[in-house]
């Protein structure tokens, strides 16, 4: 149990400080990579919750398709080092406005999460203790196929949309 | 503390450290194995000798070659990025030794009654063990781009470019592949899928998925053959164009790395399909407790049957293997992942 504590804390700093480094590096590459690093960090906490098909699912999903897509198109493109900006230099207050509605939007956030958490009943005392109801693959598909179907059929139909809405965009014209 | 020793004094825990390192040992082993077999096999095809200074029929010939590689100067190019380009080839290297951990190579044993219950021969029994292996394979990719990109040349770039669209066109089909086969069996853990092809049909014929069916075993093994970089689908290195592809900067152990790497993945991606396909440690004539034998004869056969392709078949051009991923290979995957879906559910195969 002891081996199990010890265990989350390294898995929650290691996708903590991988996130961290995401938006810290001024290289698209190495934040690519710190993300990877992230997801590595959150499916080892779904294996402590007793969740093998969700944490390998994150695994292959993001950090084996999607991560190697954005790797590419970083790659590809060559995105240059990010420099500093002009505003960066600036004082907070004289900053354009872009940044400060972003700030807005990340202490609206921020807000939320606190508001989100404080609402959450056991937090703190022992999660991870609760088993899962769902921990089988074949109890996953047969739940997904019968009680929540509309839900999953409904998502897979978005994310079709989305394809051919990109495929829409990135097709060359004829003329 | 006391509890850790007895923990650690317990026959499970020797018995699950020593079968840990006997795989670690013997893949890189393997891989050893493979690079005299490979010129010697060529060298058969070629009609040359191969080999045949160093020990008897140049039998310590991989052993010189390792001894060669690390006396050798590391270089590295001036504008590559020391960080990343430290890390990619240990990054191959993990992610193919990595993927070898839920891979079951025996029967499930008592190892002489010194154990008090049955355990299986393999490092961790997984119960999502084949979406593991698929995980940490996918992995494997990573080395080779990073390898690509922070060398800071043209021909690794490119390499490394080639090799990740080639892996993601090819994971789809080998993910059809794989999904076929776990329908059939209805499990994902390679033990269980392992066990439900003992026995035969008929008395003689055994009960291996590769008879039921022959689609899924080709897809897979074409895919494997592209997920592992090698001939007729090594474009990622394809010397005439891309000198050396993404390890053409690299020199030394970090070079070593890459070559282990690449024969440790052909080995896994083999014994994978022995395990999906081949009907794993199961065969006649040797009793089950050895089945390891089986598995060896098996994964030997299939690795075997890697070199020979490459050393009788010409590489494919770029668009011929890009339009052979996407307009056969997946189709086709696509069409028997549907006709066996059908099977399992009206026939139950």
């Known amino acids: ?175 | 503390m006391a509890g850790i020793l007895d923990w650690l004094t317990t026959p499970q825990t020797i018995f699950f450290l020593a079968v840990t390192m006997v795989v670690f040992v013997s893949l890189q082993l393997s891989a050893a194995v493979m690079v005299y077999a490979e010129r010697k096999v060529s060298a058969f095809m070629q009609q040359r000798y191969g080999p045949y200074l160093v020990g008897p029929r140049g039998l310590l010939q991989p052993i010189a070659d390792i001894v060669k590689l690390m006396f050798k100067e590391e270089l590295k190019p001036k504008a590559a990025d020391t960080l990343l380009f430290a890390a990619a080839p240990v990054i191959s290297a993990i992610a193919a030794i990595t993927a070898f951990a839920p891979v079951p190579f025996g029967a499930s044993t008592t190892f002489f009654g010194l154990l008090p219950e049955p355990m299986p021969l393999m490092v961790a029994d997984i119960n999502v063990a084949v979406l593991v292996i698929f995980a940490v394979t996918s992995m494997g990719v990573y080395g080779i781009v990073l390898a690509g990109w922070s060398s800071n040349s043209k021909y690794s770039l490119l390499g490394g470019l080639r090799s990740s669209a080639q892996m993601i066109s090819y994971e789809l089909a080998y993910g059809m592949a794989l999904a076929t086969v776990v329908m059939i069996a209805g499990s994902l853990s390679l033990r269980e899928i392992v066990d439900s092809q003992s026995g035969y049909w008929f008395g003689f014929i055994p009960r291996w998925f590769a008879f039921i069916n022959p689609i899924s075993f080709f897809v897979f093994t074409v895919a494997g053959i592209a997920e592992t970089n090698r001939a007729p689908f090594d474009f990622p290195e394809a010397e005439q164009e891309l000198v050396a592809g993404y390890h053409t900067e690299y020199s030394s152990m970090r070079f070593a790395l890459f070559f282990l790497a690449e024969y440790i993945n052909m080995v896994t991606v083999a014994a994978v399909a022995v395990n999906l396909f081949l009907g794993g440690w199961h065969g006649p004539f040797i009793p089950e407790a050895y089945g390891w034998v089986w598995f060896l004869i098996k994964l030997a056969a299939l690795c075997f049957g890697y070199l020979w392709l490459r050393w009788t078949l010409p590489r494919f051009r770029y668009d011929q293997l890009m339009a052979f991923g996407w307009k056969v290979l997946l189709p086709a995957a696509t069409v028997n992942l549907l006709l066996s879906a059908a099977g399992v559910l009206y026939f139950g195969l």
């Open chain 1, 1 to 175: 149990m002891v081996f199990d504590h010890l265990l989350f804390y390294v898995f929650g700093a290691v996708s903590v400080l991988g996130s961290l480094l995401v938006i810290g590096q001024r290289n698209p590459i190495y934040s690519v990579l710190a993300l990877i690093v992230a997801f590595f960090g959150l499916s080892g906490l779904y294996v402590l919750l007793e969740a093998p098909f969700v944490a390998v699912v994150q695994i292959i999903i993001y950090a084996g398709a999607i991560m190697v897509l954005f790797l590419f198109v970083v790659m590809l493109l060559n995105v240059p080092r990010e420099g500093a900006s002009e505003w960066d230099r600036a004082h907070p207050f004289y900053r354009p406005w872009p940044p400060r509605i972003g700030a807005l939007l990340a202490l609206l956030l921020a807000a939320q999460l606190a508001w989100a958490l404080s609402r959450t009943p056991g937090l703190g005392i022992g999660v991870a203790d609760q088993r899962p109801a769902v921990s089988s693959v074949a109890e996953l598909g047969r739940v997904l196929f019968t009680d929540y179907m509309f839900a999953f059929e409904v998502t897979s139909i978005l994310i079709i949309v989305a394809m051919v809405g990109a495929v829409t965009l990135a097709r060359k014209r004829e003329d």
